[in-house]
């Protein structure tokens, strides 16, 4: 129970303060602006619930329309936490929990837009720490399906399955050259991760030169729940 509580207070904690997320992100070329959105879970439930909003003001080669758009699918794309926080408030708790949707980054490349959201929460008395993204065309501003992203970056691979949850489950190649690239990219893949790499689904997005693979979040404290990448420009 101490675990659970500490874990809900480190949340609502780095929730506030920016330098528990990421300090640096492509988003020179982009005007934004984030704003709070508190959730009433109802008197009789003492959780907490916050998820931050992202509106896009302005951008560099984005017209009023593509602007227009994109912030539509970022409303979208923010209305699944809010159904899944709801959810989470009417399961049984036994004690603490909260759910909290944090702003990270929004990464600017060359045909993509791509927005990347953390979720920390406690529900049903089991953690979760996740990363969720948003990735728009910079043409039209409309939302890319992961699977569609993945092929246009990476044609010469399989095509990865597309999960109802907008993730990815990659093909044995696909994982063989994400293996390959992370451990030339940040130096290394821990021993052990790779059963578990093989057999999760991604959230996935594009940096230039990139496409960034987060796993699905299984257990607190893995060494193996961390950005992966897979090189696009070989």
């Not at 934004?32 to 508190?38: A, E, G, L, Q, S």
């Amino acid at each position: 129970m101490n675990y659970i509580f500490n874990f809900v207070f480190i949340l609502a904690v780095c929730f506030f303060l920016p330098y528990c997320a990421a300090a640096s992100d492509r988003s020179a070329f982009i005007d934004y602006k984030v704003d709070t959105i508190k959730i009433d879970a109802g008197q009789s439930n003492p959780g907490k619930i916050y998820i931050q909003s992202v509106n896009v003001q302005s951008g560099n080669g984005l017209n009023g329309v593509v602007v227009k758009n994109i912030n539509s699918a970022l409303r979208v794309f923010l209305d699944e936490f809010k159904v899944d926080a709801n959810r989470c408030a009417k399961v049984m708790h036994t004690g603490p929990w909260g759910y909290y949707v944090k702003f990270e980054k929004v990464i600017y490349s060359r045909e993509y837009l791509s927005f990347v959201f953390e979720k920390q929460a406690v529900c049903a008395n089991s953690p979760i720490d996740d990363k969720e993204s948003l990735v728009v065309s910079r043409e039209s501003g409309f939302a890319v399906p992961k699977d569609k992203m993945f092929m246009t970056e990476l044609p010469h691979l399989i095509k990865p399955q597309l999960t109802t949850k907008g993730r990815l489950r990659l093909a044995d190649s696909a994982l063989d050259k994400m293996l390959k690239d992370s451990t030339k990219n940040l130096g290394g893949v821990r021993e052990g991760c790779d059963l578990f790499l093989r057999g999760t689904s991604y959230s996935a997005w594009v940096d230039w030169g990139t496409i960034i693979l987060y796993p699905e979040f299984i257990q607190s404290n893995s060494y193996c729940q961390k950005e992966y990448t897979i090189n696009t420009l070989e």
